[in-house]
């Protein structure tokens, strides 16, 4: 198993789940370059649930709004999991909502820096 170092802090396989195609391409080469082994895409919360009973997910990173839906319930299974992940916005407010406290998180658009920062500020 690889480990995670400052410059790249992530390892194995990320989660990313992201209702954009064009922002998930660009996400998905960002957390490749922060030392994600593979990135696996979902697009709604069916998906990615589907991916986290059968994938070894070691980190995600969420989109809170999914056209019709939220995160919410990825994020609770992924904590029932012990599974890090941070939370990307659009630029809604992420501390009006509940499940996302406490949880680093990116405005959209993102930079590789800001990405790095709220993953180191997860992962520690």
């Known amino acids: 198993m690889s480990s995670s170092s400052p410059d790249t802090p992530l390892f194995g396989t990320v989660l ?7 922002i998930a391409m660009d996400a998905e080469d960002m957390l490749l370059e922060l030392g994600a082994e593979q990135v696996v895409h979902a697009m709604s919360v069916t998906k990615a649930m589907h ?4 994938v070894d997910v070691t980190f995600a990173m969420l989109d809170i709004f999914l056209k019709d839906e939220t995160s919410e319930a990825i994020a609770d299974k992924l904590s029932e999991m012990n599974v890090p992940f941070i939370f990307a916005s659009g630029g809604h407010a992420t501390k009006a ?8 998180s990116v405005t959209k658009p993102f930079s590789l820096q800001s990405m790095s920062a709220a993953i180191v500020r997860r992962v520690g």
Do not use: Y
Request: charged share 25%; aromatic share 6%.
């Open 51 to 54: 991916l986290i009973e059968t």
């Open 16 to 22: 990313l789940v992201e209702d954009n195609l064009i």
């Open 97 to 104: 909502h509940d499940f996302t406290r406490g949880v680093p």
